[in-house]
């Protein structure tokens, strides 16, 4: 199971961690608030033109092919926003949609259907391309017993919402932060004096604070390989951007004493070749960092 997989990092709507329920209020409280920090009165559009008290409904059209994600969440920032709007769920999320598809419809009041609408559409838009991304990798490598993994490029503040997407598109989660797993990358090796200064310190810093975190580390070549091969003590070697005949040879070397991960620049064009190498994981950054968002709309009716 990848590095940062808890239970309590899926989202639910009775349960979310403390910083993602910071990210949506302070979403909703950048439409209310100036550049000074002053909070307005609201909508002033809405205040000019709505009469008070007025209902309405208004439902989430899909108007692009794709993986849709963040129905959960919108319902989750609709009860923030009001908690007398009505949700009526058509879709889940992970469902593949296209052109015209309903995902969701909305009643309430109208000032508070249109304060929730920029909200929803910026995260569901984002996590709906991200879903979609992924997805697109994961089809790519189908019946080759890799797993399509993310990264920590994500948006500041909204990693907890992109990772979820990932997961909707059928990926699976890395380490969520610094705190889940140690990864010894190329900076910390060097920094350490070397592969097995750093592995030996990880080591005795795990036994002297009681701590059992997985242990991943960055290889760069096949003496690398061979050096973390013979220090032991890590549970995943990353082979960092190998070439495809590299990386069949250093897969080869390890030979499942301990798991695999390719990363660097592995793109859908490329992805199959290097799962065919026999590689556990494959990491793609551009899931997170450079999904197109998918063209979603929130109508009334």
């Not at 997805?135 to 080759?144: D, I, L, M, Q, R």
């Not at 059992?212 to 290889?219: C, F, G, H, M, N």
């Amino acid at each position: 199971m990848p590095f940062g997989y808890k239970p309590y990092f899926y989202p639910k709507l009775a349960t979310m961690n403390s910083t993602a329920e910071v990210v949506i209020t302070q979403a909703l409280l950048e439409d209310i608030m100036d550049m000074e920090g002053r909070c307005a009165p609201g909508d002033h559009t809405s205040l000019a033109c709505i009469p008070v008290d007025t209902e309405g409904k208004a439902r989430l059209i899909c108007k692009a092919e794709g993986i849709l994600a963040g129905v959960d969440l919108a319902e989750i920032i609709c009860e923030e926003v009001d908690r007398g709007i009505k949700f009526e769920k058509r879709l889940n999320d992970g469902t593949q949609i296209k052109h015209g598809d309903i995902a969701f419809i909305v009643y309430g009041e109208v000032k508070s259907l249109l304060r929730a609408e920029r909200v929803i559409l910026n995260f569901m838009q984002r996590m709906s391309g991200i879903a979609t991304h992924t997805s697109k990798f994961v089809k790519a490598v189908e019946g080759t017993g890799t797993t399509i993994i993310d990264t920590r490029k994500t948006a500041p503040a909204l990693r907890y919402f992109e990772k979820w997407a990932v997961r909707i598109g059928g990926g699976q989660n890395n380490r969520y932060g610094l705190f889940d797993m140690i990864m010894l990358k190329d900076n910390h090796i060097d920094f350490c004096g070397g592969i097995s200064k750093a592995i030996m310190a990880v080591k005795n810093y795990q036994e002297k604070n009681k701590l059992k975190l997985p242990v991943e580390i960055e290889a760069r070549n096949l003496a690398d390989v061979e050096e973390i091969l013979k220090t032991g003590h890590v549970t995943r070697i990353m082979f960092d951007n190998f070439s495809i005949g590299l990386l069949k040879e250093g897969v080869a070397m390890v030979n499942k004493q301990y798991q695999t991960e390719a990363s660097g620049g592995i793109t859908l064009n490329t992805v199959r070749t290097f799962a065919e190498t026999g590689i556990d994981y494959i990491s793609v950054g551009a899931i997170t960092h450079s999904s197109a968002s998918l063209d979603l709309s929130l109508k009334a009716f």
